[in-house]
């Protein structure tokens, strides 16, 4: 007799349904797992027997086989390992099939049948919902995650017992009620902690409202870290939508401490960072810091300091807000729409440029240009705001008011948000940093006196047609967060002071 279990495999972060069959036969007594199982998925008949054992069931003395279907699809993880039980128990009539068809079921078993958490259970409580099942069956420690989605029952077990006694109908148990997510939260630090550095303060909050890219230069201890730090303080909340999306990729990447995402990620990964760790990949295919940074910032501190192959591979999600992997075993694709936040130091010892009394570099030409040699035209291309960060000085240090509130900040970002959603209302893009060359004929109209100064800077500086773009972009947030319909000169001129520092790059 053939028995079949619903669960789930995880592609990228796609939920994908797989029916667990197995068939208890004649032969010597084992268990075999077909279906393009990994390593974890085979030893997960060690487990489910010793847990069928101790929870005091029969183990049949058959032939044991598992398929995992679909055959072409691979199965990772210890996810199996609950359905697979459920199968082998209903092979010999233990298990009546009738509940079990209405529900999607995935759990990892401990040797005594207690049911432990898993990964990806977000993508399938919303596979259950789209293929229209009643509900999920899912263990205790996933369930406020299960219950983000609406409109599917979220079944809670502890051990294997209950799971055959409510199948069995000897054992109700209430479905969990969907948590209100906490959306009210502080965080520990603030725009208004920073002393000085206006001109920083000012091109984040533009950044943050046009979804802007941003690079700071600066000398080391100028604050710029501080100022990357502060910018998740002045975005507007996650929106609910917001936050399934990036507790889906959280989930997948098992990061379960920090699920549900409530506030916007900020990801600083290190500068020995590998290309896998940053754009994803790996064996098993997972989302890298691009993809734990979508809705989020992504910060690399010391960006001269990363592997040229590492800061290569942001290309595509810095342009489409996605990445695709291919690799041998498949090819898959992780959201990645991000801020993205760089700093770097001007040379080797951080002082080129900013040489004062105290502090002079001592690089030489061939050494500058090899420390920055490493960031790339077409990266430094996709950044929009190009800024110096000086070291503060000491008069206004002695300042102990600190700056605008963060509070107060979010507050015009959301208004500029609100101006772009009603923008692009029936569009494809959300952001002023999104526009191509159609929309931005359409939506940046600029005053005569604004155009006669693009049109000069575009003569004495030399703007290439991808400048002028990113600067009649820029302008447009500018004028959004004035809550001007057209671009002024001014807004043109403000633009113009954040190309990139040329006497450096």
């Known amino acids: 007799m053939v028995f079949t279990v619903r669960s789930f495999a995880v592609v990228g972060i796609e939920g994908v349904e797989v029916k667990v069959e197995v068939d208890a036969g004649r032969g010597l007594p084992g268990t075999v797992i077909v279906g393009l199982p990994d390593s974890a998925v085979k030893e997960s008949k060690e487990r489910v027997k010793a ?39 209903g092979s010999v009539g233990m298990v009546f099939p009738e509940k079990l068809n209405d529900y999607i079921v995935a759990g990892e078993l401990g040797l005594k049948g207690e049911v432990g ?69 502080e965080f520990e630090v603030d725009m208004s902690d920073i002393v000085g550095q206006y001109q920083a303060k000012r091109a984040l909050e533009i950044a943050a409202a046009g979804h802007h890219n941003l690079f700071m230069i600066g000398p080391p201890g100028s604050g710029k870290t501080m100022l990357a730090r502060r910018l998740p303080t002045i975005m507007p909340p996650m929106c609910e939508e917001e936050i399934v999306e990036t507790t889906k990729i959280y989930s997948v990447a098992g990061l379960f401490s920090e699920i549900p995402v409530v506030k916007r990620s900020f990801r600083s990964p290190h500068s020995g960072t590998s290309e896998v760790a940053l754009i994803g990949g790996g064996a098993s295919l997972k989302p890298g810091e691009v993809s734990l940074s979508h809705n989020g910032v992504l910060f690399l501190d010391e960006m001269a300091e990363f592997k040229r192959s590492a800061l290569e591979a942001l290309r595509q999600p810095l ?43 001592r690089c030489s030409p061939s050494q500058v240009k090899k420390y920055l040699g490493k960031i790339s035209g077409p990266i430094m291309d996709r950044i929009d705001i190009h800024i110096t960060v000086p070291a503060v000085k000491p008069e206004e240090l002695k300042n102990r008011k600190g700056g605008e509130a963060s509070e107060k900040i979010r507050e015009r970002i959301i208004s500029a948000h609100e101006i772009q959603k009603k923008r692009f209302e029936n569009l494809k893009i959300n952001f002023n940093s999104q526009m191509g060359r159609r929309e931005i004929l359409k939506f940046c109209k600029l005053e005569e006196g ?14 290439s047609a991808r400048a002028y773009s990113r600067v009649l972009k820029l302008s447009r947030t500018i004028a959004d967060l004035s809550g001007s319909d057209l671009i002024t000169r001014v807004h043109v001129a403000e633009a113009l002071s954040y190309r990139p520092v040329e006497d450096v790059f």
């Not at 054992?53 to 691979?74: E, Q, R």
């Not at 919303?126 to 263990?139: N, Q, R, S, T």
């Not at 291919?326 to 900013?354: E, M, Q, Y």
Request: hydrophobic residues 40%; charged residues 25%; negative net charge.
């Open 51 to 89: 847990a069928i054992v101790n929870s005091g069931y029969p183990f049949p003395a058959k032939k044991i086989v598992v398929n995992l279907a679909p055959a072409d699809v691979k199965k990772e993880g210890t996810l199996y390992d609950l359905p697979i039980a459920i199968g082998i128990l």
């Open 117 to 185: 958490r898993i990964k990806g259970i977000l993508s399938a409580a919303i596979l259950a919902k789209e293929k229209g099942f009643k509900g999920i069956i899912v263990p205790e420690g996933n369930v406020e995650e299960a219950t983000l989605i609406d409109g599917i029952e979220v079944i809670p077990v502890k051990n294997l017992v209950e799971v055959v006694s409510f199948l069995n109908g000897d054992l109700e148990i209430e479905p969990a009620r969907k948590r209100e997510i906490d959306t009210k939260y």
């Open 319 to 361: 342009e489409d807000g996605f990445v695709t992997i291919s690799r041998a075993s498949g090819t898959v694709t992780f959201p990645a729409n991000l801020s993205l936040i760089a700093a770097s130091n001007p040379c080797p010892c951080g002082f080129k440029g900013f040489e004062d009394e105290n502090h002079y570099c």
């Open 450 to 463: 604004a155009e006669e100064l693009l049109n000069s800077a575009v003569k004495s500086l030399g703007l």
